[in-house]
Each structure stands twice: as structure tokens, then as C-alpha cells.
């Protein structure tokens, strides 16, 4: 007996209809597509009406109606959904929605072989953004009730290691890094394969391999109907498939612009997409040289690494934030019987007014509750209205001025504000 599924793939610009059969262990994938950006409503169905036509078959054959799921185009996601929730509705049978970026990964396993990599999928959201989500093949594990989970091994061949999320294009590189612990590369051969039409629509992408020897490039290919009937197919002998009323598009950015309300609020321009987290550590001798690069950048007249190694030496309470394996803010402070003094704490001009100097605040005052101490104090210069702001906004108070405190070049000096913060403790501290 032969089964047929129908697939509707428009993420992208590309309109794209496949119907495969399926007669015993004999699969073939006839498709239709047309390159045509908003006319996806107008060409989706007549396409549907002619591949049925030239198979010889009606839409009371097919086993099932699968649909590119996303993330991509709004338009387009709703206009698969839309289609397939239709006529499964019509002829009583199962959705099956498969993720696009999935599809990628398969063709790039299908035009490349066999690979143990970490298939790493970027395509265009426009904004100078991407969308970004990785998947490994499987070796083994049980059936999978979709066409991929996480955790586990589905007929599809794949596990999910990063759901699809929106990513600025510049932070690639930085997911890449932070990543390198989800491959599982073998040896002699890179441990991730980057892939996706992004590699051509952002080519600093497809630069990211010349000094990263674990990471491949695959091909910036884009998701297809006839992947999507072969994934759907896979699922759908393994039983998968939901009733036409919860299939839904995969959204990932909630919103392409702010409302004039929001505008009116404050807000400019497009919703950013989120950063990647940054985690805290104690100083070490290793990140010296990251920690004397970042004061030199934004301080007239930086410490020097000396000056921080004395710090260490001496015992002072230190700490490094990292992001994706990267440095990009630290903190020493000193803890005395009856203060905590805050010596100096330094973020990288392009990680700025992201939180991390509040999270390195926040470790000094914590480090400063946990030896029962209860004020903080640092110096700032006055002419450093930033920092001032900074400080007052996180509960600081100005405390005296030290006269000639600082150097300001010339000969001449500047004078410092030294401010102070009463530290809640015990009870009020986790109130």
C-alpha cells in the first residue's frame, strides 16, 4: 500500500510544496517551489493542486499534511500553518510540524555524510539578527514522539541540543564558544558544523573557522519541502503527529518592532535579542593580562598588571566575569575588620550597560555580608558622571572628599568622592 504526506515549507522566501510516496521500503519525493517573497497566500494551494494532480492522487490519499514549522517569516509560518490545519481538518488526518532549522541540519548531512559534529544552524532574521538552534545526530535511544526532543533519539536521526532562539549576528561567535561543551566531536574531525543561509547573508560568519579548528562550515542552504517530507515521514511512522487545532507556528522573536506606545515610552527601534549569560569566578593568575587590557581601556590612568598581581598576592577578595569563555569584567576589593572597600572594578566598553558591573557589585557586597561587615566604600573621581551615576543608582552615598586623591595629568591632581553603603544583613538582607 502506498502513503503519501504532503509538505509545505515557507519560512523563507521560497514557496516550496513536496509529496512523498511511500511503497514499502521504496520512498520518492516529488516537490514544487517558487521563489517569490509575499506571494506565499496566493501560490501555496494552487501549487498543492498541481503536485497532487501530476501524482495522480486527491487529498482524501494522504496519510498525513506536514508544515515547515519555523522559526522565520511571520507571513509565511502562518500561511503553512494555516494551509495544513485546513485540509487535515478536511480529510480527518494528523499535522506534523517539523522545525525548519532541523531541515537544514538534514541537508547538510545528506550533502556532507555522515558526521559526529554538532550541527550548529544559523539563518537570516533580518535586523542583523539570526536564528540559531544546534542539534547532534544520534547514535541510539528510543523513539521519539515528534521529529526531534530533547534527551533523546528520535527516527529522525537527531537530538536537540539548543532550542531555536534569536541572536544578535555578532554574538555567534561568542554562543560558538560558551557551546563547545554540547559537541561531541571524535578525533581527527571538528567538533561543530556551522550551516545556513546566514553564512551568506552576515560573512564574517563564514570567517569564524579560519582560527577555530574544532568548527567546519557546511553549506548556507536553506530549509526545503522535500526535507520536510522526509523528517515528517520519519515521525510519522513513529507515530507522531498532532490534531490540526494545536499545530502552530515556532515564534521566536515575539515581536519585529516596539508599538508607537512603546516608543513613546522610550524605546527605539527593534527589541534586542538576548545576551548571552555571564557567570562570576575568582581571579587567577591566568586572567591578568585580560583584566590589565580591560583597565587600560577605560581608565585614564589604569592599574597596572603588577598592581593586580599584588592584589592577588595580598589576598584581596577578587573576581572575573566571563562570557562565553571570554573575560569581560572584573573587581578586587578589600576586606578590613570594619569595612569593605571596593579597590577597583573595570568592564569592557562593549559589554557596558549590560549588568555586569552590578553583578561584580553584588559580589563584593555578598562577600561583605558573609564577614559580618556592614558598609562598603570606594572613591570615584567627580568627573566621572557615569560612575557616579552608577553608584548612587545601586544605593551609595557620598561620604567625604579626599583632596588630591587621584592623578589627572600635568602635575595636577583630582580630588575623589568617597562614597559609602550600608549593607542590609541577616533578617532585612533576605527580606
Sequence with gaps: MTRYIL?????????????????????????????????????????????????????????????????????????????????ALALDAPVIPVESL??????????????????????????????????????????????????????????????????????????????????DGRAGHPSMILAGDALDAYPELSRLAADRPWLALGAPLRPDAETIALLAWRAWQAGAGVPPEQAAPLYVRDKVAYTTLERQGGAGGNPRAPDLPVSLEAMRHEHLDDVADIEHSVQSFPWTRQNFADGLQAGYGAWVARRAGRTVGFCMAMFAP???????????????????????????????????????????????????????????????????YYPAGRGLREDACVLRKTLETGVEARA
Design 102 to 183: 532541523l531541515a537544514v541540519a538534514e541537508r547538510v548531512r545528506t550533502a556532507d555524510g555522515p558526521s559526529p559534529a554538532l550541527h550548529v544552524i544559523v539563518q537570516d532574521a533580518r535586523m542583523g539578527e539570526v536564528y540559531l538552534a544546534a542539534y547532534r545526530p544520534a547514535r541510539e535511544g528510543p523513539v521519539a514522539e515528534g521529529p526531534v526532543r530533547e534527551g533523546s533519539a528520535g527516527e529522525t536521526g537527531w537530538v536537540r541540543e539548543q532550542a531555536a532562539i534569536l541572536l544578535n549576528a555578532h554574538h555567534v561567535a561568542d554562543w560558538l564558544a560558551q557551546a563547545r561543551g554540547l559537541s
Design 7 to 87: 509538505a509545505l515549507e515557507t519560512s523563507s522566501s521560497v514557496c516550496g510544496v513536496a509529496l512523498l510516496s511511500a511503497a514499502g521500503q521504496a520512498v520518492t519525493v516529488h516537490a514544487l517551489r517558487h521563489d517569490a517573497t509575499a506571494e506565499h497566500a496566493e501560490r501555496l494551494l494552487p501549487m498543492v493542486d498541481e503536485l497532487l494532480a501530476r501524482a495522480g492522487i486527491e487529498g482524501g490519499d494522504l496519510a498525513a499534511v506536514a508544515f515547515g514549522q519555523g522559526p522565520g517569516g511571520f507571513t509565511g509560518l502562518r500561511v503553512a500553518c494555516g494551509v495544513a490545519q485546513g485540509m
Design 338 to 404: 570594619d569595612v569593605a572597600h571596593v579597590l577597583v572594578i573595570g568592564v569592557e566598553p562593549a559589554q557596558q550597560k549590560r549588568g555586569t558591573g552590578a553583578l561584580l557589585l553584588q559580589r563584593c557586597e555578598e562577600e561583605a555580608r558573609s564577614r559580618g561587615l556592614t558598609d562598603i566604600i570606594l572613591e570615584v573621581r567627580p568627573s566621572n558622571r557615569n560612575a557616579l551615576r552608577f553608584y548612587k543608582r545601586h544605593g551609595f552615598e557620598l561620604l567625604s572628599m579626599r583632596k588630591d
